[in-house]
Structures are given as C-alpha cells and as structure tokens.
C-alpha cells in the first residue's frame, strides 16, 4: 500500500498562476480532506469529501476549488495564487466514525511570490 | 462549533523523565474522540493515540498516555521516559459527531506544541 500520495512535494508559483495539488488515497476510504498548516496557526481545514461526489468546506476555503470524481482521488485548485496562500498543505484520509485516525500524505510545500 | 486548545507553544524536558502536554477542547456534543499526532522535523503527521468519549479508561499506546477528564474537557498527553527521538510538534485533534448530527467525522486540531528533549 502507498498509503495516502501527494504530488508535487515543492512548488513555487507567481502571484495569479494556478495549479493543482493533486492527493491520492489506495485504502479506500470514504473521507478525504485538505489541510494547510502555517506557523503557530496548526491544522486549518481547507475542503472535504464524505464521498465521490460530494464536498464541502471547511474552516478556511477561500480561493481553493475541490472535486471528488473518485475514491481515490482528491485534488486541490488554487484559483489564482496570492502570497497568503503560501503554505505546506496536507491532505489526509480516514474510514468514516469518530474512532477512526487520519492518514496524512507527505505534504506538500507552496511559495507563492 | 468543536475548538481544540493547546496553551503550551513550546516545552522542554530532561531525556528520560515524563513530560505532559495540555489539550483542553470545547464541543457540546456527548461523543466525540480525541486525537494526539506527532510531527517531527522531517514534517510527516503520525497517529499516537486515540480516546473516545465513553471510554471510561484513560487511552495508553506504549510510552503515550492520555490524561481524559471529561468534565474538565481536558485531554492531556503524556509521554514517559522521554527520549531524543521524541523532540517534535505535537497536535491535540477532536473529531465530532456524523452527518445524523448535521456534521462530519472531520477532526479539528489544535495549534500545536513543540517539544524538545535535552540530553
């Protein structure tokens, strides 16, 4: 198992560029999310899925875009890059219930000038 | 709304003595569970251990334990015996109630502790 795979692991970009961050996930879980992690401010929740198809928001999602066309799959859209946006971000995937852990990708760190 | 607080940005401790990180959370839900993950340097996020909020006994995996006292709301962890390798950043995460209670299993995580261990 690869477990939870995120790609690229560095990116830079300018101001206004976009791109994809994209997740994948071989344990077949049914929830997959995306969390951007800055200094001092911990794990912010960005988007997630309950399943193929459906997603949602979470505590920070401005200028992110997220689909969910796949079990597998879970890629992030930054729209237009700012430099707040500068950040290493992780997604993470877990069987549904309280009890259940998050598996984390390896992250991937984001410049943004 | 679920909040999770972790008050200590930063914590030292002397290689082999015990060490207890706080977590305090606010939630007005009855169940919900309780997370620690460690994230050393190297950046990757590692599970440490789990508590449910019906569970009556305090969670152990190994050197981790968690302190749970439920009507304080507080979840602190603790690690025995520190070693070298246990200097890292560590989250408190709370995971709330389904989507028959109008959320998501989503965990909310505290800001972190950062921990060092001298030799």
């Known amino acids: 198992n690869a477990g939870v795979t995120q790609t690229p692991k560095f990116q830079v970009l300018k101001t206004g560029q976009s791109m994809t961050l994209q997740c994948a996930q071989d344990?077949?879980?049914?929830?997959m999310s995306w969390y951007r992690q800055d200094p001092g401010m911990g794990l912010r929740l960005i988007h997630y899925?309950?399943?193929?198809?459906?997603?949602d928001q979470g505590e920070v999602p401005n200028g992110y875009n997220v689909s969910r066309s796949t079990t597998e799959d879970f890629p992030l859209r930054l729209l237009s890059a700012a430099p707040s946006q500068t950040s290493v971000y992780f997604c993470?995937?877990?069987?549904?219930?309280?009890?259940?852990?998050?598996?984390f990708g390896p992250g991937t760190r984001l410049t943004v000038t | 709304a679920q909040k999770i607080t972790q008050t200590q940005p930063g914590m030292f401790v002397q290689e082999k003595e015990a060490v207890t990180l706080d977590c305090t959370y606010d939630?007005?839900?009855?169940?919900?569970?309780l997370f620690w993950y460690k994230q050393p340097s190297s950046g990757e996020m590692i599970f440490l251990i789990y508590?449910?909020?019906?569970?009556?006994q305090n969670a152990t995996e190994g050197r981790y334990s968690l302190n749970f006292q439920k009507a304080r709301k507080s979840a602190n962890l603790v690690i025995s015996a520190s070693q070298l390798g246990d200097s890292a950043m560590y989250f408190c995460?709370?995971?709330?109630?389904?989507?028959?209670?109008?959320?998501?299993?989503?965990?909310?995580f505290g800001r972190g502790t950062s921990l060092i261990v001298h030799p």
């Open positions: 993470a995937s877990s069987y549904p219930g309280l009890i259940y852990e998050q598996y």
């Open positions: 344990m077949n879980h049914e929830y």
């Open positions: 899925s309950v399943g193929a198809g459906i997603t």
């Open positions: 939630t007005s839900d009855q169940s919900y569970g």
């Open positions: 508590q449910g909020s019906y569970d009556e």
């Open positions: 995460a709370m995971s709330g109630p389904g989507p028959s209670s109008g959320g998501s299993y989503i965990p909310t």
